[in-house]
Each structure stands twice: as C-alpha cells, then as structure tokens.
C-alpha cells in the first residue's frame, strides 16, 4: 500500500500532521493524525453540548492520549486506546459503533447475555447521532494537542466550554514528561544557587553582570535579591523583588526606636512601600529607592544619601533658608540612627514589606503591625481594578 502526508493547519487551531494509508488489493484504508507541535504547556478539556444534528458534523482533533466521554451514557474511550484521528463527533461514534460491532459474532457464541447488553449499548450509541435529546460530549487531553471545532470563531460558543489545566504526576508520567518529583528538586537547587545574567552598568552603561538568589526571610516570605556589581565604575546597587502575590490586605508596620540595637533590625521595602518618620515630619513615598533587604540603619542612611546627592536641594542652584533647613534634618535624622526617639512607620498597600521581630515567635513590644483595606485609589496604582484573577479561563477559553 502507499502512505501519504500532508501537514496541514486547522484554523484557529494549530498545524497537525494527516497520515493517510490505502490498499489496492483488498481496498482497506486507515487515517491518522499527530500534532505537529510539542506537548503543551497545559492540559485541555472540551466539554460540548450537543444540541442539533450540526454540532454532529464539528470537527474533532483526537490524540492518541486523549480521553474521550459522554456521562449520559456512562461512556468512556480510554487514553492510548486508539489512534490519533481527525474526524467529527459523529465520526467517533461511528468508530465506536464499529469497535464495539466487531468482535459481536464471537461473544453471541460464547456469551449470549453479554452481546445482547452490548447491543443494546450499540443502538443507544446510533440513536445518539439523530439527536433526539441533547448529551455532553468530552475531550479531555493531558498533553493539550486535542481540539474541538467552534464554527463561530472567532465569536464564542456558548455550547463549547474550553478549560485549561495544569497536569497531575501521572499525566505527566504518562506522557513521558519529567516527574513532578524532579521538578520540585530542580526547585530546591535553584533557592540554594545563585543565577548570573548580563547587563548593563546603570551608571556608566558598560557591561557588568547582575546576581539574582530566592532567599527565604524567617516569619515572613520568600524573596528574590539581585545585585549589580560593575568592574568599570565601581557602582555597586541591589533591588529586592517579593517572590509571592499582592496580599489581600495592606500593611502598616510602626516601630518606636528606643534603642541604638534597633537599628540592626533587617527590614525588606519593597517598592510599593512608603517611609515616614513623624518626629522629623519625613515621609519618603513609594518607588522611591525601589526594593531594598537591608537593615533600618542601612535603610536610613540611603535615605540620607539621597537628600544629599539632590543637586538641587544642597547643591550651588538651592536657596540658602532650604538648605539650612535640609541640613537640620540631616542632623536630625542622624541622631535617629544614634539616640533620638522616634517612631519609624512603613505602610505597604501590596502588604510585602517587612520589619523584623526580634523577640519573635513572641510579641515585640515596640514593634505593631496593622492590617487593612486597600482604597479603590491603592488599588488603582497597584492595577488590581481591571485585574480579573477569578473565571478568567472559561470565559477566555470558550471565546477562543
């Protein structure tokens, strides 16, 4: 016989190879399909409801590992049970009609009870394809590459219910993917090592080489520190990124400094969090210096380095009554980092930024932490109002 191949590409689907083979002699002929692309980075369900004799005539892209159900009938084709097919809905049960058809002779000689249920299964099966009243039909692929056709693309379907999903250990064993046990250990190796990718220096532009490491602060959550070090100028600077989502509340973090060891405390300011220091009337807003992990002593001396690196603030160009005023606080704000008293307060809308407790498990007493409801502006400058995190898939999905 001869084999033939055709690559070819189903709209608003993908490219998937047709393989199509033809006896002269005794006539017999076979088809197949396999995807032309890789396994996907997700599962796919396809849940129909038939409700006319046209939805029997949708096109149909079944893999080989593709499970294919109706729950009216209690009926099931089992994954690697058959070849992968480009066909219709009525195509599969007509395939089904005949798998089951086959070996009916055999069974009416040696089980009589037994090929009479199958028949009886058998004419559901046909009676199914005049649709008489609607049924659910399902595709369900671990590997993603099966396809149900939605003759009003691109508008939606509503009959078509398209769901994404992450596989199972076991899907992905069967389908010869590396186990979820691996990956998770691949996972533990990248918190234990330090990545390293090129960049540009931000302050002379030469190339120079930035460090990134997930490092785990105890009580609170896991972060990415990156680090830039360049061999040309010298300029040396680090940005902290949280490794977890927006929280559902933000937080407000006060400490009443009492004593010079506070200022060892290791604190995390993401670039969401602002400053203020009430007894000086400081406030520094957020994105200001960016994320930082460093101590409340390191923190506020890049605030001083900010003040006075300002040209236009202590520089030839300022007034001289602001830059008296400037100078004040800077003596102000170093006797903070020596004896003064003062409250130090972080108030974070994403609710990423953290404070050490030094006496932790147990309570600090200078130290509160207070929980609360974002404003709709919060939420605004954080782009959680056009955010939609919930049904998102089905409703995206069933348009596609």
């Given at each position: 016989?001869?084999?033939?191949?055709?690559?070819?590409?189903?709209?608003?689907?993908?490219?998937?190879?047709?393989?199509?083979?033809?006896?002269?002699?005794?006539?017999?002929s076979?088809?197949?399909?396999?995807?032309?692309?890789?396994?996907?980075?997700?599962?796919?369900?396809?849940?129909?409801?038939?409700?006319?004799?046209?939805?029997?005539?949708?096109?149909?892209v079944?893999?080989?590992?593709?499970?294919?159900?109706?729950?009216?009938?209690?009926?099931?084709?089992?994954?690697?049970?058959?070849?992968?097919?480009?066909?219709?809905?009525?195509?599969?049960?007509?395939?089904?009609?005949?798998?089951?058809?086959?070996?009916?002779?055999?069974?009416?000689?040696?089980?009589?009870?037994?090929?009479?249920?199958?028949?009886?299964?058998?004419?559901?099966?046909?009676?199914?394809?005049?649709?008489?009243?609607?049924?659910?039909?399902?595709?369900?692929?671990?590997?993603?590459?099966?396809?149900?056709?939605?003759?009003?693309?691109?508008?939606?379907?509503?009959?078509?219910?398209?769901?994404?999903?992450?596989?199972?250990?076991?899907?992905?064993?069967?389908?010869?993917?590396?186990?979820?046990?691996?990956?998770?250990?691949?996972?533990?190796?990248?918190?234990?090592?330090?990545?390293?990718?090129?960049?540009?220096?931000?302050?002379?532009?030469?190339?120079?080489?930035?460090?990134m490491?997930?490092v785990?602060?105890p009580?609170?959550?896991?972060?990415?520190?990156?680090?830039?070090?360049?061999?040309?100028?010298?300029?040396?600077?680090?940005?902290?990124?949280?490794?977890?989502?927006?929280?559902?509340?933000?937080?407000?973090?006060?400490?009443?400094?009492?004593?010079?060891?506070?200022?060892?405390?290791?604190?995390?300011?993401?670039?969401?969090?602002?400053?203020?220091?009430?007894?000086?009337?400081?406030?520094?807003?957020?994105?200001?210096?960016?994320?930082?992990?460093?101590?409340?002593?390191?923190l506020?001396?890049?605030?001083?380095?900010?003040?006075?690196?300002?040209?236009?603030?202590?520089?030839?160009?300022?007034?001289?009554?602001?830059?008296?005023?400037?100078?004040?606080?800077?003596?102000?704000?170093?006797?903070?980092?020596?004896?003064?008293?003062?409250?130090?307060?972080?108030?974070?809308?994403?609710?990423?930024?953290?404070?050490?407790?030094?006496?932790?498990?147990?309570?600090?007493?200078?130290?509160?932490?207070?929980?609360?409801?974002?404003?709709?502006?919060?939420?605004?400058?954080?782009?959680?109002?056009d955010?939609?995190?919930?049904?998102?898939?089905?409703?995206?999905?069933?348009g596609?």
């Amino acid at each position: 016989g001869v084999t033939r191949l055709l690559l070819t590409r189903i709209p608003f689907f993908k490219e998937i190879i047709v393989s199509s083979f033809a006896c002269d002699s005794c006539s017999w002929s076979n088809t197949e399909i396999q995807s032309a692309g890789r396994i996907q980075e997700q599962g796919v369900r396809y849940t129909l409801t038939v409700t006319s004799r046209q939805d029997m005539n949708r096109e149909v892209v079944k893999t080989d590992c593709a499970t294919a159900r109706i729950p009216e009938l209690d009926f099931e084709i089992p994954a690697f049970t058959q070849k992968g097919v480009l066909t219709t809905i009525e195509g599969i049960l007509d395939r089904a009609v005949a798998g089951l058809e086959q070996d009916q002779p055999l069974r009416r000689a040696t089980d009589e009870e037994v090929a009479n249920k199958i028949e009886e299964f058998i004419g559901k099966l046909k009676r199914l394809k005049e649709v008489q009243s609607s049924f659910t039909f399902i595709i369900d692929d671990p590997s993603g590459n099966s396809f149900v056709e939605n003759p009003r693309a691109p508008r939606r379907d509503d009959a078509l219910l398209v769901t994404r999903y992450r596989r199972t250990p076991q899907q992905a064993a069967m389908l010869g993917l590396e186990l979820e046990e691996k990956a998770a250990d691949s996972t533990e190796d990248l918190r234990n090592e330090v990545l390293q990718f090129n960049t540009n220096c931000p302050e002379c532009n030469a190339p120079a080489n930035t460090n990134m490491k997930l490092v785990q602060i105890p009580h609170f959550k896991e972060v990415i520190i990156m680090a830039t070090n360049c061999d040309s100028c010298g300029h040396r600077t680090n940005e902290v990124k949280s490794g977890g989502a927006i929280e559902p509340q933000g937080t407000r973090i006060t400490l009443g400094i009492t004593d010079p060891s506070d200022m060892t405390r290791d604190i995390l300011k993401s670039e969401t969090c602002s400053v203020e220091i009430p007894e000086l009337e400081f406030e520094l807003g957020m994105g200001a210096l960016g994320g930082k992990f460093t101590t409340l002593e390191g923190l506020l001396k890049d605030i001083r380095e900010l003040v006075e690196r300002n040209p236009f603030t202590l520089g030839d160009s300022s007034a001289p009554g602001k830059a008296e005023k400037l100078q004040e606080f800077l003596g102000k704000l170093q006797e903070v980092e020596g004896k003064r008293k003062a409250h130090f307060i972080m108030d974070d809308p994403a609710g990423n930024s953290y404070l050490q407790n030094v006496y932790a498990p147990e309570e600090d007493p200078e130290l509160r932490v207070e929980r609360y409801q974002r404003t709709f502006e919060q939420n605004e400058e954080l782009g959680l109002n056009d955010m939609k995190t919930e049904g998102y898939e089905a409703g995206g999905a069933s348009g596609r």
